[in-house]
């Protein structure tokens, strides 16, 4: 089988990724492997898509390489997708599947992501491999590699395919007017909108100008596409330190000072390719310079989004997602999926009522699970990326359970007195009566706090 492996890593040859497909070729001389380094040429790429053309059309499966980077692909790969569709090569009915390697930190929506742009192609998908960095230098590691191959042999041979999800049914896109009269400013709050408008995307910059005329904050808007960016970010690691990016297009001094130095962020996109435009992901890997480090933490945060987002679970997953890691308190979602202002107008309230009232959630599963991946990152690897664990430290992140010793020894003596058959017997029943007292005296002090 002649199989093309889509290296999309910004390192190229360096990559971790790309050695688990390197590993495979290297088993299996039967197969003809070519490996592309797309993620680091893709300047190349963009000047002329002739020779990624005639691979892809020689291919008879698609491997996608590549790390995850901040919930997704990396920039490189999504600019990548951009430019096949464009060129329009026919791809239908080949084979595609995806190696990843991650610490699993949103692996499953940056596979989703590759999965719902392969069916766009017309791409018959085969469930990928989710690594973890440091797999193939473990024995269990190479067999799950192995066995990934085989499988993924197995599947082609025997039409054992991902089942695409619902799509949206085609229908031409609501024509969103602005609508909402301004209301008086007030400069008590600084509110930045980040997006990522084009030129010709009437829906999104109407959808954001009835935003700000029914804020009553001023307001910024910050278009990434005016952002002169070097590249997207190269996973160098040379931010790890002293959080300072290795690009000299300033963008980390334009990022603290111009955007997260507000009060409130306002993420404002028009979906394209399951995502929203590159210049969006770009931003999104280029903040690495911040490390692992939530440092908007607290900070509300709101959408606008132009286009089907009902159809878009994996979108809505990692919109939350984000939310959810990072600390932010999410107001909502507004789109133009109905045409009407309402959304946009309780958006804008809901945006208001969180910053007067400074409002935030206990994370739900996606923050919780995110952020002790993060933390146990950290921790193992704190002698390198020294930022993040002064960081981790000085906020209380390293919430490590081995270190409660009060909490384990309540219940090691829990466990000793129930284990004697008399308090067995005489707790006999009463067991839900003693968890719950405590939360009984809560609700009578807020009773008598009512009264």
Known sequence: MNILVLNASPKGKNSTTVHTALYLQALHPEHTFTVLPAGQQIKSVEKDFAPLRKELEKAELILFSYPVYTFVAPYQLHRLIELIKADGVNLAGKFASQITTSKHFYDVTAHRYVEENCFDLGLRVVRGLSADMDDLLTEQGRLDARNFF???MFSCEHGVFVTPPAKAPQRDRPVYQPSLPSVSKSTEKDVVIVTNCASDDENLRNMIADFRAALPYESRVVNLRDF??????????????????????????????????????????????????????????????????????????????????????????????RAEVGGNYLCGVATDEGGTAEEIRTLADSLVFALEKKLSRPANFYGVGGMKIFRDLIYVMRGLMKADHKFYKAHGIYDFPQKQKKRILQMKLVGALTAIPSVQKKMKGQMNQYIIGPYQKVVEEAGKEAG
């Open 150 to 152: 085989d499988q993924l």
């Open 228 to 321: 002169p960016f070097s590249g997207g970010c190269l996973g160098c690691f040379g931010c790890a330190v002293a959080g300072k990016c290795v690009y000299k297009d300033g963008f980390d001094e334009f990022l603290r000072t111009k955007i997260q130095t507000a009060d409130a962020f306002v993420y404002a996109f028009t979906i394209s390719d399951h995502y929203t435009h590159s210049s969006f992901k770009c931003y999104d890997d280029r903040q690495f310079c911040n490390g692992h480090r939530t440092v908007t933490h607290g900070t509300p945060i709101a959408y606008l989004i132009s286009g089907d987002y009902r159809y878009e679970s994996n979108l809505r997953m990692i919109v939350e997602g």
